[in-house]
């Protein structure tokens, strides 16, 4: 009976309970986000039916950040079959998975399914992204090193920028005004392009910063939204309209 208190004693230690606004538990497992070493976790809301049971949408987020794709074919088709065989959902438009129930003896049992379903979803969004980005880095770089060998303008790859803080851009082209361009092949990766863009700002240096992600769908809606206002421009990578964005912006 001892080693029997003692184990639930050490199985209960490795989950946190903490109370939020308006009656939300946030409950972090000791469940984590395959290769990552973030922890998932899970929020119990209280609705007018019962409990709902949520990971945040934060599956979705980072995997989006690691390059994944939420949005491919696959993962429509497991979220299809985990309807069938979990409580938990996924809801692609708002990239949330959830369970909900009005028994609270169930709370604890979805807990571990809700987080199931999360590492799932990260796997299946991330399995491929390390071969599929390498593949549009060099999409993207077939297309600068062209235009710039076109232009007859110096280019260069891995570009250690002449700013505080190390940051590298993927190709730069010397014109009269810096063309740094970044391949954002993550929400990560776009970010610091948005950095590099604010740094150059803050040091008065001049740069022109355009980033360039393979889709919305690969980086996130909202980050490639937001990285419109953070950046020079950003765009989706288009074979046919790079090579003449790049010259309309070196010249």
């Given at each position: 009976m001892e080693l029997i208190a003692d184990l639930k004693s050490m199985i209960c230690s490795l989950f946190e309970v903490h109370s939020e606004k308006s009656g939300v538990q946030r409950i972090v497992t000791p469940i984590e986000y395959p290769g990552s070493g973030d922890r998932i976790v899970i929020r119990i809301r209280p609705t007018q039916n019962g409990f709902q049971l949520d990971e945040n949408g934060?599956?979705?987020?980072?995997?989006?950040?690691?390059?994944?794709?939420?949005?491919?074919?696959?993962?429509?088709?497991?979220?299809?079959?985990?309807?069938?065989?979990?409580?938990?959902?996924?809801?692609?438009?708002?990239?949330?998975?959830?369970?909900?129930?009005?028994?609270?003896?169930?709370?604890?049992?979805?807990i571990f399914r809700v987080a199931e379903a999360a590492q799932q979803l990260f796997s299946i969004a991330t399995s491929r992204t390390e071969?599929?980005?390498?593949?549009?880095?060099?999409?993207?770089?077939?297309?600068?090193?062209?235009?710039?060998?076109?232009?007859?303008?110096?280019?260069?790859?891995?570009?250690?920028?002449?700013?505080?803080?190390?940051?590298?851009?993927?190709?730069?082209?010397?014109?009269?005004?810096?063309l740094i361009i970044v391949t954002a092949t993550s929400a990560t990766r776009l970010l610091e392009a948005e950095l590099i863009h604010m740094q150059y700002q803050m040091e008065h240096t001049g740069g022109f910063v355009l980033a360039v992600t393979?889709?919305?769908?690969?980086?996130?809606?909202?980050?490639?939204?937001?990285?419109?206002?953070?950046?020079?421009?950003?765009?989706?990578?288009?074979?046919?309209?790079?090579?003449?964005?790049?010259?309309?912006l070196v010249h």
């Open positions: 934060e599956a979705a987020l980072y995997a989006s950040m690691a390059g994944g794709d939420c949005e491919s074919d696959v993962v429509d088709r497991w979220a299809t079959d985990l309807s069938l065989y979990s409580p938990a959902r996924y809801n692609s438009e708002d990239q949330l998975i959830s369970a909900n129930t009005v028994d609270q003896r169930l709370i604890a049992p979805y071969r599929h980005s390498n593949d549009f880095k060099e999409r993207v770089k077939n297309v600068v090193a062209q235009t710039a060998s076109k232009l007859q303008l110096p280019y260069e790859t891995d570009f250690t920028l002449p700013i505080a803080g190390g940051l590298v851009a993927d190709h730069y082209i010397s014109a009269k005004v810096p393979e889709s919305q769908a690969s980086v996130g809606k909202k980050q490639f939204e937001r990285a419109n206002y953070y950046t020079g421009k950003t765009v989706s990578f288009s074979p046919n309209d790079l090579g003449p964005l790049i010259k309309s």
